[in-house]
């Protein structure tokens, strides 16, 4: 599936209209059901195949962000056989205590995985929480950027944001 055509399948798949509050708390006439494309295991492979050429090739670890990013992540590292940490929004509480989850990432590269960028507040705190754990923060890459503009928050944060759609690259061939 070329670019182009998984934009449209993408948009095809989950686009939904209606009123719909945001993560960010903004709110928006039409929302991006990134599980409707998720759970799909032919979406899915299609947007590893296509993330894939934008990992950096020094990257130790992909580090997929509860709970968009991990199947995300989970594809990719199956697509290119590097090792993948499942990121939570905070350390659970029991047993290891852990934030990441999954093999060591202290000193390692990180290329964080998301699904839909809107504002980056959950990146940033996740990147945060994992620098003060030992890991080298690489770049960002997610299937949907939501609104470009907003990308400064994520360049102050000192994280590059790579995203393999805007939502009006989805909109024009989601329209064609």
């Not at 990134?34 to 580090?63: G, H, N, V, W």
């Not at 990432?105 to 998301?114: Q, S, T, Y």
């Not at 299937?143 to 360049?155: F, S």
């Amino acid at each position: 599936m070329n670019r182009h055509e998984l934009a449209k399948a993408i948009y095809n798949t989950a686009l939904i209209s209606g009123t719909f509050k945001l993560r960010s708390g903004q709110t928006s006439d039409h929302y991006l059901d990134k599980y409707l494309f998720e759970s799909d295991p032919r979406l899915l492979s299609a947007i590893a195949k296509q993330l894939k050429p934008m990992i950096p090739a020094d990257t130790d670890i992909l580090a997929g962000i509860e709970l968009g990013g991990v199947p995300l992540a989970t594809a990719l590292s199956l697509e290119t056989g590097i090792p993948v940490v499942f990121v939570r929004k905070k350390a659970k509480p029991y047993a290891t205590e852990k934030l990441a989850e999954g093999i060591g990432i202290n000193g390692k590269r990180l290329c964080l995985i998301e699904d839909v960028v809107t504002t980056g507040g959950q990146l940033i705190a996740s990147a945060e929480q994992l620098a003060a754990l030992g890991a080298r923060l690489g770049p960002v890459l997610c299937v949907i950027e939501r609104t470009p503009r907003q990308r400064a928050a994520l360049e102050d944060a000192g994280l590059a944001l790579s995203a393999l759609f805007t939502t009006d690259e989805l909109h024009a061939a989601g329209t064609q």
